[in-house]
């Protein structure tokens, strides 16, 4: 599985943006989904979780102001980002674990300028 992830770029403190993740397979028997981002200098860190029962978990420094979703027929899975902040600025990466594998998308930025 290919994941290809988009929707990053420069927006405003306060605005908001919605990533994309297209799956060049199916997801439909993927155990979870995530996003992750990486600050610079920093490590990697989880910020939302889905299950393929539909529960989630979200980072306490995004829960309330990102939305992770899921489209099965489309095989995509999605981010949405509001009520950004400067510290929301960094690379984010789509995960799926899938038959025992995790499988990661190349990243896409999101910078907030204050």
């Known amino acids: 599985v290919q994941l290809q992830a988009c929707g990053g770029g420069l927006v405003q403190a306060g605005g908001s943006l919605r990533l994309s993740c297209a799956a060049s397979?199916?997801?439909?028997?993927?155990?979870?989904m995530a996003w992750y981002r990486q600050i610079t200098g920093k490590a990697r860190e989880m910020v939302a979780h889905i299950t393929r029962s539909g529960n989630t978990a979200y980072a306490e420094s995004v829960k309330g102001r990102f939305t992770i979703s899921t489209d099965i027929v489309k095989s995509t899975l999605y981010l949405q980002l509001s009520s950004l902040k400067p510290e929301d600025t960094a690379v984010y990466y789509c995960?799926?674990?899938?038959?025992?594998?995790?499988?990661w998308g190349k990243g896409t930025q999101v910078t907030v300028s204050s």
């Open positions: 397979g199916s997801i439909f028997s993927a155990n979870s």
């Open positions: 995960q799926i674990s899938l038959n025992g594998m995790d499988f």
